[in-house]
């Protein structure tokens, strides 16, 4: 059963410390209008009113051709990590995501790549899983390729 993975807490407080993101900006402040402002690292929703973060990241280790960087969002606040192996709350909040699978060497696996509607996610993943040579898959937005989360095999 697939397990999914929140950022990192040590990446998440160094952001939250002022660390720079993946253009080198400092991250922005603003508060939370309560609609998909979904969180990284608890995997949760940011609720409305809240401080947030929003900043660029980068969900890999280095420069290379597949190696996307995009805007996320993080709270503002210490949250506990999410994650698990039950989809979690901010994978449950739009009809459909873009997954695809990626290689021990962070390159995309052609061919596991599908927007999938959200009813059907746990399948998808299955699927594209059982391919052996995806090490792991990330969950981004179908509309905005925003990073969501990553999905890893379970151990």
């Known amino acids: 059963m697939p397990v999914f993975t929140a950022l990192p807490t040590d990446v998440v407080t160094a952001y939250r410390k002022g660390g720079l993101d993946a253009f080198g900006n400092m991250p922005e402040r603003k508060i939370s209008d309560g609609a998909a402002n979904p969180c990284r690292h608890c995997l949760r929703d940011i609720p409305k009113g809240a401080e947030m973060l929003v900043l660029a990241h980068k969900p890999f280790v280095g420069t290379h051709p597949y190696a996307e960087v995009g805007p996320i969002f993080l709270c503002a606040e210490d949250c506990a990590r999410g994650g698990g192996h039950i989809l979690p709350e901010v994978l449950r909040t739009s009809p459909d995501y873009l997954i695809k699978g990626y290689s021990q060497d962070d390159r995309i696996v052609y061919g596991t790549g599908v927007v999938s ?39």
């Open 117 to 155: 509607p959200t009813p059907e996610l746990q399948d998808r993943l299955d699927a594209i899983f059982a391919n052996p040579d995806v090490a792991y898959i990330h969950v981004r937005s179908a509309r905005n390729n925003c990073y969501q989360a990553r999905v890893d095999r379970d151990a």
